[in-house]
């Protein structure tokens, strides 16, 4: 008989609270740095939890307006979960993980997309937009998402986490700061900012840490905002749940963090905060193969997708290339960014032919699974990059027709108390 | 009964011979020009046929050295069949195109991809490579192609034109030759050089013109290496046999050409020659949506996917990050190109270590259906994009395993003749 | 900021234990009758949860042995959590059910299939095997499944209610009594039995009704062993979380119930507990179509699957025919089902040759998701029936290869005390 | 330089006129003997082509009545192209065929798909329907079909071989003839009969042949009609161009034989001349695996299906039991065959519901990719079938709305010239 005996959940190693902000909260820490110390330990082959907040530490509400979009305080970020410490792992090895399972938290059935300000976060089309705050909140229905601030769609998560990683050496640690150090000063009052250098202020580890340790943390640590060659903030959508990932191992016991975790997400997070954001829970198991480094020529993380990615087989794919002829016309040398911007803008352009906003246009393309294609990288002058909206996530038939597009009113995405767009 | 009566085939508009330089043939030209009249002309809703000769126009042999590839005159590129012009389309209209079939001619089973001379032509890898020239032949068996200067392998084609476009008007054509102008003059004397400005030297119009036509053409006609806002050499492999493109129109008849046939080719055609390139027959049907450029906000073409590209489910993902970690580990700003390229260095390392070299590993990248996904471009200063290696073109299981990768045997690609590499 | 206070879960409406029998649980009932009456209430375009417990109500345990498979009680079965109404719905409407999630309970992370002995219970081989009891555990680690009693393979599952249905109105159910009964009369005595018949014994309403409703309720309700106009136990896997299915309704309110649920199926559930069986929790959402029977019409449901159902495209696929070839080499007149059981016995033999026992080989062709199409069902005599195993659930690679298959130890499945097989 | 002397095309080893009656043709013929010689043959490696002819031999014509469907004589078909001969195969061996290409020919770019007479041919539903002769013309354009007899409709073909085989050993055609001969005897006078025993009138073997060795073939012969043990008239729609099929050789050389070439067909083929029937070209190359019915216990042939098959992701799935309710209401045993015939009347109503005849939409599911899979056959008495329909063939959203479904006028199929349905 089935019996409470017989039935052993898997642990969670790592408890969180989502409606608590991060600093007051355990195992969680903002920075990466190899000081840190594990939080959790586990031996290979064991089935474990993590719970995790949102990016924010809970900064973003389940409302109407964008202020707290407008207001985030990005010091603080991104929360992560650990570090977790697998027993056996050492620099030079492999870490295998297994994405087991990416979900909200029961309590907790919605998610949000945020267009940041230019001066608070950017954005792909920060700049072009001269970007206000904008947010849409998701909805949880099982394996989809919809939204009251985007309505006519609806789509399957592809759940994973924004970032994951191991744990940096010293050494490598050094190249980070010294690579991006040399970045910024080379573009010294970028608004937004080309990169983010160590920031004391907000760093935060929810352990008790020698002091000379947190200020080493605090003062060193690597920033959160890209990922690197351990992984960290990658924000690819397709490491999702029941995906396959190898780590190379810098620190004995790897010391894995994540966090960031998003219900769905598309190629790119235009928006920055593109993806669905939300607190959840992540499960995972993982193993070791020694000198995996050597045997795999591992520089970044490598991985196996899952058999469960949403498959939506029907798709309008836009066209970019390296010349920004939604702006000022200005040819590009090979530029790939620059090329899916053009196809992003024109996604938002038909997007906004069938009736929503380009807010609404911007938001969707960040955080429903379209599909981003680098086309062809070698036709100098111009890279050729795509982007396809799979039109199976929207309620009505939008292909282009002979009549042309029916345009219907879906209203705006949530935007600032004071009406500014 | 069926009767050859009741049997009427699709008619070939353009016929050309494949075993025969480009420069003596009908129907074909190698600039874009609105002078260029149509060549054919068609009703919207005809089924009709279009052959085209590869895009060196002969220039390469199906043999087992790389002089050829070595020697290519680049001026004589690409060879394009058309124009066809179809009733009734007029400039702001869109041109519905289906490609209804992209094959080889029987006589000619057979398809190549090159890596280009870092000074003749060059690729993705051109400088980091310091390239010398090298190719692959191969084999059309039905719907796969395999080659004996890369065994071990064997994938589905998913065939397309890598260049197709419509004609463009002379005030477009003026903005092209402006703004790759400048950006020719910012990087004087660049090996390879970041673009092509008009070159009457190897212009050709398979008609018979006026002489001030022919001179226009050629001293104005914009090279056909890059893709455009009228699609052009995009090189997008799966804008394939099955899909419908919606093109804008910008003279009278749309003066559609097409050529550059590509058997397969991998997202980015890295090694810039990196298609199976292939002389073959394109199947072509067209409609016009009057007023189109309006109606969907056409700035390029946009297009549907076919229902029968190859799908192969199971792959191993390569990320790569805007850092160039397998050079002099300089931090670039959000740059996809960059990153694009350390994720097809890390897979071709890898694939180093299961026992192909350099240059096939580079050749397989550019030839076989590899998907290449922009993860995020917001995360500063490090865009990340992906690059998934399809399992199942192996013949072997190639998955990292515990005790490491089998390395094989598996020779070397075709060189010149000289042996230098 | 996020707060407990704007974030609503979405409700459970029917909550059970999955360690207690069924029979002392609230809101639980196995018969089919338009008389059973709603245990809930929900109105249109409501998000709500409803919990089920396995389908035998808690009789098999996690352990080693399958004494409880022998002595299932299947007098007991299927414990069904419901009925539902949905306000505003009436004979004739299209039920619209979105099947939003699927899981098991998290304090239970496990599920098994069985194989029942042939006289209590039976299977599709039952027969031919002479089944005595088998089963295999499963343990649930995220989206995956593995099987200490079937090593060597993993793989997504694609979770699904095996039952759920409206009530049948009280015509509907004379008309399946009726057409039962005549069936069970010309093959009286028939081991396995051909149909089962209205059953008090076991007969079981967790809601306190009156005495005569609950006795018509267990003299005349249906069974719940076969799928009928209403649904019911169809056990199609591809109804699985994501699908939304259009439903026919008979009675007021409609009266939806479900249970049965199952992680993972293979077509045909062919060792009849040949799900993985589990206890867990459903998320439902409901819309009404007015008039739909007639709309569409609709005389058993029609759904739409997933598009995060399990995709694997490598598979190797085995035919079967409508002749007994592995038995008495009888020719069946264009019977399908002969025909499956051939393509299913080829997939045997082929498992049995990479290691697997028979019994092992039986419960995963069951349990995982195996496709099998009817091919052709014109050829006379012959029905061509396939079964398509998807390659990427095993460890290794199991293709055919020159050299023959590797052999490998993979143990044997849980069997009885007694050992007899 | 590409010359005529380094392409070297696939050679063509039958070569048929598909405008002339297979029985003056060479290369071609109707029934399965093992002493039919090889009329060519092949080493394993070769990559080779072999026309086809339509499975009547030309008897049906492009017009717009079914007469020649209604006049149709049986005794001729199938004609094969055949036997060829693979050196070093052997009774006992497994010989992989790859099928790496089915295409028509360019100058006959159609097929049909025919609704036999119940007295001459039947289908899946002649007596049901009472079946009279209809048809439909499809007209191959590239990759897709479209038919005026069918508007409203566009696919891509799934095309394959219906029916391949190696040829069978005396003892093996011993039983065949046996087994079946006692079905016939056990349904003597059926309509449409329950098989064909071995009919002189109409065989034909296209090689000069001894007398007696022709009468041999003409008196014992296995008719074409079903599949069996060597593969045969299996009608697998995925057995197409691309896959690659694993045969157990029951005679030397092996003698593979093909024919009935199907531009697409859904599953069941309904209508029993369902597919889109065609004459056309398949390419092939074999190998030869010794030993291999032993090593992968072959009863029948195995296969890897096609990357290439066409992908509709977006379905509608009707589902069906073995309860006769379009009919008389009987409850079947059990019973797939009548499950799925359930299933295909639940789709052919609602097909007629978007304004679809019966007959139209009777030969678009036996045409189009349509799916089916068992989906359970445990679940006694009712077996459970399911027929998908994938939507992205369809002009139009056929998808159930609230509204109800739009009923178009799509006009009528091919019918007899004395309007007879």
């Known amino acids: 008989m089935a019996t409470r005996a017989n039935s052993v959940p898997h642990p969670t190693l790592i408890k969180v609270d989502p409606f608590k902000p991060a600093d007051v909260q355990e195992g969680l820490h903002n920075r990466w740095h190899p000081d840190i110390p594990p939080f959790a330990t586990v031996k290979p082959g064991e089935v474990f939890k993590i719970e995790c907040i949102d990016w924010t530490g809970a900064q973003i509400g389940n409302n109407d307006n964008s202020d707290d979009i407008k207001n985030v305080n990005l010091t603080k970020v991104h929360n992560l979960s650990g570090p977790v410490a697998v027993e ?3 620099p030079g090895d492999c870490l295998v993980v297994d994405i087991l399972d ?19 976060g950017g954005g792909l089309f920060a700049r072009e ?20 601030h985007i309505p006519g769609v609806r789509f399957a998560g592809v759940s994973h986490p924004g970032l994951i990683g191991t744990a940096p050496s010293a050494e490598l640690l050094a190249t980070w700061n010294k690579r991006e150090g040399e970045l910024i000063a080379a573009h010294a ?11 004391p202020v907000g760093a935060y ?7 000379d340790v947190m200020k080493k943390v605090a003062t060193e640590g690597a920033r959160t905002i890209p990922g690197r060659e351990h992984g960290g903030n990658c924000d690819i959508k397709n490491l999702s749940r029941g995906s396959r990932c190898y780590f190379p191992v810098f620190v004995k016991g790897a010391n894995l963090s994540v966090g960031d975790l998003h219900f769905s997400q598309g190629d790119g997070e235009l928006s ?29 993380p490598i991985f196996l997708p899952s058999p469960i990615d949403p498959l939506y087989s029907s798709k309008l794919i836009f066209e970019g290339i390296s010349v920004d002829y939604h702006g000022d016309g200005k040819q590009y040398n090979m530029d790939a960014t620059v090329a899916y911007k053009q196809a992003a803008l024109n996604a938002i352009a038909y997007l906004q032919k069938i009736g929503y906003t380009r807010e609404q246009a911007y938001l969707l393309l960040s955080a429903a699974p379209i599909e981003s294609h680098v086309g062809a990288v070698v036709d100098s002058p111009n890279a050729c990059v795509t982007l396809a909206l799979p039109l199976g996530i929207f309620e009505h038939d939008i292909l282009p027709k002979e009549e042309g597009l029916t345009k219907k009113d879906f209203g705006q995405c949530a935007i600032r108390s004071d009406g500014l767009l």
């Open 88 to 90: 056996g792992a050492e």
């Open 102 to 120: 990416v979900t909200p938290f029961e309590q907790m059935p919605w998610g949000y997309t945020g267009i940041f300000e230019l001066e608070n």
């Open 129 to 148: 937009f001269n970007s206000k705050a904008c947010k849409a909140i998701w909805d949880f229905k099982g394996v989809y998402a919809t939204s009251r």
């Open 189 to 199: 009052n970028a608004v937004p900012p080309v990169a983010f250098p160590p920031e």
């Open 205 to 211: 580890v929810g352990q008790k840490l020698p002091e």
């Open 272 to 300: 920055f905060c593109g993806a669905i954001e939300m607190a959840g829970i992540i499960t995972f198991s993982t193993s070791i193969i020694k000198g995996g480094v050597e045997k795999f020529a591992l520089k970044q």
